[in-house]
């Protein structure tokens, strides 16, 4: 028994391809097609309807790079790997770390698409940077990655980009109305804002990171951005917070540590706006947005992104704010 996103069969290429962007689709088995819906198969949980049924198998030559492996690694070889651009990034567990030559081979080997894997080490620093160490091909960690009609380059070594959270950028931009004022609180290389500009937005983008700066102001221009529908702040959020304005709509995408930051931040949204709050959340934990904000905000979405440990996963909180709860401001 596995899960399946079931989707209107008119949405189901649609669907697809979102899936194939977040490494959400287990292409282990194949669509089922029923009374004008489409239950395609899933690695893991992604947002929509959710049925459990038994998944019809492929017949076709599987892409599971695992299969190619001596049967003793087969079973504890990760499955999953993000793909951004050209690269495999891995992450593989202290056990079965004296594998990590064959396991990257059989990687590369399996996928044409791909010709280098770095191994993921984790986040560390500052900046949230993902320790990077280069096992199989040239050791450049700058790629160019396409989701969503858009064009992002960067070098993923030196700025922290997720390629899983390709869905959830599209969700925030089809909700995103043109016109509307947005602040992208945590933009890393911007892949919200360049989004969101692309629709009509305009965009104060802010990161701490010189190295995202620059690779903000590159994707801005490959996606053909127009100067004055975003702002790039190369600044903490918190010394630059009060020079700011108000926003329509504020981006959180810092999912280890946003609590910090929400108060503050929340009194720089306009009436009837939405932060988008991204959290780790341990299973057990019982997290409640209420318990951080004043009167007159309210969660009216919360969702699971993706697994990010056995332990917890990565959330998405849409909050709400309402009329009578404004900061006054001239701005």
């Not at 004022?181 to 933009?187: E, K, M, P, R, T």
């Not at 190369?234 to 304005?245: A, F, H, M």
């Not at 932060?275 to 934990?285: A, F, G, P, T």
Request: glycine share 6%; with cysteine; aromatic share 8%.
């Amino acid at each position: 028994m596995i899960k399946h996103l079931k989707v209107v069969e008119t949405e189901a290429q649609k669907a697809k391809l979102f899936l194939e962007d977040c490494n959400a689709l287990n292409d282990d088995f194949l669509p089922i097609k029923k009374a004008g819906f489409v239950l395609w198969p899933l690695n893991f949980e992604v947002k929509g309807e959710i049925v459990v049924c038994e998944g019809l198998s492929s017949n076709r030559l599987s892409r599971d790079y695992r299969l190619k492996l001596p049967l003793e690694l087969r079973n504890i070889a990760p499955r999953a790997f993000d793909i951004f651009g050209s690269m495999a990034i891995i992450k593989i567990n202290d056990e079965i770390m004296d594998f990590s030559d064959i396991i990257s081979k059989t990687l590369l080997a399996s996928n044409p698409n791909i010709d280098r894997v770095a191994l993921d080490m984790g986040v560390k620093g500052e900046f949230r940077i993902r320790k990077l160490v280069m096992i199989q091909g040239d050791s450049n960690f700058i790629g160019l990655h396409k989701e969503n009609g858009l064009k992002l380059k960067l070098d993923v070594s030196k700025v922290y980009f997720s390629p899983r959270l390709a869905m959830e950028r599209k969700r925030i931009v089809d909700y995103a109305v043109k016109g509307e004022s947005i602040l992208d609180a945590f933009a890393g290389a911007s892949p919200f804002s360049v989004g969101l500009a692309k629709k009509g937005c305009t965009v104060t983008s802010i990161d701490s990171n010189p190295e995202a700066e620059k690779w903000s102001h590159e994707n801005f221009k490959l996606n053909n951005i127009k100067k004055e529908n975003y702002e790039f702040i190369n600044s903490k959020i918190e010394d630059v917070i009060q020079d700011l304005g108000v926003y329509d709509r504020i981006i959180m995408n810092n999912p280890t540590n946003p609590l910090p930051y929400l108060e503050d931040l929340s009194s720089l949204l306009k009436p009837n706006g939405f932060i988008h709050l991204y959290k780790i959340v341990e299973k057990d934990e019982g997290f409640k947005v209420a318990n951080y904000l004043k009167s007159g905000f309210k969660s009216v979405s919360e969702r699971v992104v993706h697994p990010y440990s056995p332990q917890s996963s990565m959330m998405a909180f849409d909050i709400t704010r309402a009329v009578s709860n404004v900061r006054n401001t001239n701005q």
